[in-house]
């Protein structure tokens, strides 16, 4: 299936601070793009999404950058906050389903 | 508004023994239904989905299979496990290829 690169792996920063998760793909046919949060002992939830007509969608504290002719996209968390502290997970659709990165493990320290 | 349900939320069963979880959809028709696995770690792994009735796609040859008995049934079976069996199981649903909703999983053990 299409392939998605998601870096850090871990991410840690101080409260308040803001942190960037990064994620490439291949396959330029690509048109959705969503972004999860984990949290310990649960499902994943699907926190924001953009779709490839823009190139920024922003929801409160959390945004998504997309750019389409490098073929990446980005999550954004400003003013972080210790709950913000879980695994985050971009993916693509990839035939039938989301592929999903491999993760990123944010933690917020107070 | 829709909810995905799964159960149980924790199993543990030892080697060899049958398995059944399932997971249901409320207030939506028709939906597409996954199921995941994710092991010790982060990555999601996709084992089976369904886009109707009685179809089912498997992605990964393994010791699972699943069955979709009602339009928002879906069940993951074994008929013996494995250790490697164990893990966090995940069942989603989505209506094309756009969002895509998980359950709150379902905790394998096996011993």
């Known amino acids: 299936g299409e392939n998605v690169e998601q870096h850090p792996s871990t991410l840690s920063v101080q409260e308040g601070d803001s942190a960037v998760i990064k994620c490439t793909y291949s396959?330029?046919?690509?048109?959705?793009f969503p972004w999860y949060k984990q949290e310990l002992g649960k499902g994943p939830q699907l926190i924001i999404d953009?779709?490839?007509?823009?190139g920024e969608k922003k929801d409160q504290r959390i945004a998504v950058t997309l750019n389409k002719t490098a073929k990446h996209f980005s999550l954004h968390i400003t003013e972080t906050q210790p709950e913000d502290s879980a695994v985050y997970f971009c993916?693509?659709?990839?035939?039938?389903?989301?592929?999903f990165g491999k993760g990123t493990s944010l933690l917020v320290t107070p | 508004s829709q909810t995905i349900h799964q159960w149980p939320a924790t199993l543990v069963q030892p080697v060899g023994s049958p398995l059944s979880l399932e997971c249901t959809v409320e207030?939506?028709?028709?939906?597409?239904l996954y199921w995941y696995r994710q092991a010790a770690g982060r990555g999601l792994q996709l084992l089976f989905y369904?886009?109707?009735?009685?179809?089912i796609s498997s992605e990964v040859p393994q010791n699972l299979s699943a069955s979709r008995p009602q339009d928002r049934q879906f069940i993951l079976s074994s008929k013996k496990l494995l250790l490697s069996d164990s893990g966090f199981y995940l069942c989603?649903?989505?209506?094309?290829?756009?969002?895509?909703?998980f359950g709150p999983g379902t905790r394998l053990t096996v011993t």
């Open positions: 396959d330029s046919a690509s048109n959705y």
């Open positions: 989603a649903w989505g209506t094309g290829k756009t969002e895509q909703y």
């Open positions: 953009i779709r490839s007509n823009v």
């Open positions: 207030g939506t028709s028709n939906p597409n």
């Open positions: 993916a693509l659709w990839s035939g039938y389903a989301l592929n």
């Open positions: 369904s886009v109707g009735i009685g179809q």
